[in-house]
């Protein structure tokens, strides 16, 4: 089941700080990681992230419910479908 690919979150997690409100993408403050898009379905959040100084994407995915996140890597090309449909790529 794609739940066991979700994992609790724990104290070594890194929480994103207060977003800055002036930047027109989503940017958590001391970080170079903007949420490009987000969105609520049922009890999970989804958020698509990108690390400025890497360039690297990903999608986070979060049951409200208990806590757990996946992490659900992704590339320019597919980054959109992963956003999208993540649980069609929480395998790959």
Known sequence: M?????????AET???GPFVPDDPVVMYEGTQVVALADRRSNDIDVVLL???RTGRLWV???HRATGR???IDATPANAL???HHPFAHAAD
């Not at 794609?2 to 724990?10: D, E, P, T």
């Open 2 to 10: 794609v739940m066991r690919a979700l994992r609790r979150r724990s």
């Open 14 to 16: 890194p929480v994103p």
């Open 50 to 52: 990108w690390a400025r």
């Open 60 to 62: 986070n995915v979060t």
């Open 69 to 71: 996140i996946a992490r």
């Open 81 to 83: 479908d992963v956003f």
